[in-house]
């Protein structure tokens, strides 16, 4: 019983220190994409990540961290080799975002929007994936499908002023400005206090009396 017990309570102080290790890799990732720059190498992710627990504190793959900053050192193969053999959370869309970042990278955008649409699929409401999406939608010409998600966003999301400022530059570089002044005189309508539509409110108003 007592040899039993001290491996139970060595084995729970060994699961704790590797819990503890990953939350601080977890912390380093967390303050770079918050700065909006990847300050560290892949190297520290890949060698440093335990292999339990292998999600984060969000249930996102520890491997969709590492293939973060190997895209970053423009490092895709390695970042899609890693990610497609992943299979720790099916319901995981960053793994199929990076592999679709990876892609694009490579200027290969038939499976760059093959893993985006993955990644819309299994989260339709996050508009990185939205986006994402129809950017790469425009690129192959199918502006109408497009415009059809983003319609479908804003029909549910009305009160989110990003999507409503990519919509209408996304009408914008279509050629559709008729779409893009309906589009944020409707954001105008919804969101009338914010600063970053009414300025571009205010462009387009000042534009049309030239």
């Known amino acids: ?9 060595t084995l729970t102080v060994y699961l704790l220190f590797l819990n ?22 892949a190297s520290l992710f890949l060698n440093g990540f335990p292999i339990i627990p292998d999600l984060n504190v969000f249930s996102v793959p520890n491997d969709a961290d590492k293939a973060r900053y190997l895209i970053n050192e423009k490092r895709n193969d390695e970042a899609i080799a890693l990610l497609k053999k992943n299979k720790s959370n099916h319901f995981d869309d960053m793994s199929s975002l990076f592999i679709s970042l990876a892609y694009h990278n490579q200027n290969n955008i038939d499976s760059s929007l093959t893993y985006i649409r993955k990644a819309y ?36 999301n009305k009160n989110n002023a990003d999507a ?15 779409k893009a002044v309906s589009t944020i005189d409707s954001a105008a309508h919804y ?5 970053r539509i009414l300025k571009q409110k205010s462009v387009i108003k000042s534009g049309s009396n030239h």
Request: hydrophobic share 45%.
């Open 191 to 195: 969101l009338p206090s914010n600063d």
């Open 1 to 9: 019983m007592i040899i039993a017990y001290g491996l139970f309570l």
């Open 121 to 156: 699929n299994l989260r339709p409401n996050k508009f990185k994936n939205v986006s994402n999406l129809c950017v790469l939608l425009h690129q192959k010409g199918r502006v109408k499908e497009a415009e059809n998600i983003l319609n479908n966003y804003l029909d549910k």
């Open 20 to 41: 503890f290790n990953s939350l601080k890799l977890q912390n380093l990732v967390a303050a770079d994409v918050k700065n909006g720059k990847l300050t560290h190498p």
């Open 164 to 178: 409503w400022l990519f919509t209408f530059v996304f009408f914008n570089r279509t050629g559709d400005i008729q």
